[in-house]
């Protein structure tokens, strides 16, 4: 992956990862090995963080689908190796959090996920992007779930 061609998001648009029963599979100790890289990553890039948590779901039996998603990301990380956390000094320091949640986003389970980041000035302090614990049964209540962790996390 080190000569490959840089892409600008780390998944495709609307990615639906699920387990793939009559894919190919492939190594599953070499794909641990790629996530588990991928996750050390995450500290500083909260950018893949998502698209990290989508592949590492199939860790336990990883098809070409789930190797494929993961080389995507590192095509992203080819083309966005200056990319990283920025703390500037003296600057105005409100703390900030957004939270977000899908709908039944998990193609098995059909559990949603939640993601939050909360910034301090211009950098990010904090960030996750987990799968929710429970079904929700409406968006309203997925985005209810997303906003109590967030708010955890801010107090």
């Known amino acids: 992956m080190k000569d490959c061609n840089p892409v600008t998001t780390p998944a495709v648009f609307g990615l639906k990862l699920n387990k793939d029963y009559e894919g190919k599979k492939v190594d599953s100790t070499f794909f641990k090995q790629i996530v588990g890289s991928l996750m050390y990553l ?6 893949i963080m998502h698209s990290v948590s989508l592949i590492s779901r199939y860790m336990e039996n990883p098809t070409e689908k789930h190797l494929l998603a993961a080389k995507r990301i590192f095509s992203y990380l080819q083309g966005t190796k200056d990319f990283g956390l920025f703390y500037r000094k003296g600057n105005k320091s409100d703390l900030f959090g957004f939270t977000d949640s899908d709908y039944a986003g998990d193609q098995d389970d059909r ?10 000035g211009t950098g990010a302090v904090s960030w996750s992007s987990k799968k929710q614990p429970i079904v929700t049964l409406s968006s309203t209540e997925a985005e209810f779930v997303a906003a109590t962790v967030c708010a955890c996390q801010a107090i």
Do not use: E, H
Not at 111 to 120: E, M, N
């Open 42 to 47: 995450t500290a500083t890039r909260p950018d």
């Open 111 to 120: 559990r949603s996920t939640s993601g939050y980041v909360f910034k301090l």
